[in-house]
């Protein structure tokens, strides 16, 4: 199947600084990502969907300005926490929409970004 | 609004048994249903995809069956073993595959 490369797998920072995770699909176009949040034991919660060279729409409740997502090519988009806090301490996934031939439609995943800030 | 909805949600069985796992959606309109596996601490694998026209897909002891009709589908693993222990998701797009709608997902444990 199609590749989703997520980095960093996990990242510890203090409090107040930002991070910056990445997605790449690596062997298709996605001109759509989608970034979410996991809480331990509980399903996926969307965040936002990034649309490539177009703002993202980010779901009731996720602050945008805190999170910052950029797609800004077909490849690759970026979700950055501002300011992070304790709170702030979850597992991301992103995922890519895939567009080609019989695989239309199919979303495949990155393998998730553990955040901790202290 | 779709609703996507996964019995049981959690499962736990012997090893070498046959088991099935159920997905609903509450709009049959859809275009096609995803069927992933998540092991902890990591992203999600996607295991099927079955498109709206038809009404299995099979790879390997996997076998996922669509009734659009009924707003149901089902995961079938056959000859269960313990790596197969994880939580299995079911997802649906909306029309302009624009959002997915997934299930709270089923976790099973396979006993050795």
Known sequence: GAVVSQHPSWVICKSGTSVKIECRSLDFQATTMFWYRQFPKQSLMLMATSNEGSKATYEQGVEKDKFLINHASLTLSTLTVTSAHPEDSSFYICSARSNRGHATGELFFGEGSRLTVL | ?112
């Open chain 2, 1 to 112: 609004k779709q609703e996507v909805t996964q019995i049981p949600a959690a499962l736990s069985v012997p090893e070498g048994e046959n088991l099935v796992l159920n997905c609903s959606f509450t709009d049959s309109a859809i275009y096609n249903l995803q069927w992933f596996r998540q092991d902890p601490g990591k992203g999600l694998t996607s295991l099927l995809l079955i498109q709206s026209s038809q009404r299995e897909q099979t790879s390997g002891r996997l076998n996922a069956s669509l009734d659009k009709s009924s707003g149901r589908s089902t995961l079938y693993i056959a000859a269960s073993q313990p790596g197969d222990s994880a939580t299995y998701l079911c997802a649906v797009p909306l029309y302009n595959f624009n959002k997915f709608y997934f299930g709270s997902g089923t976790k099973l444990n396979v006993k050795p």
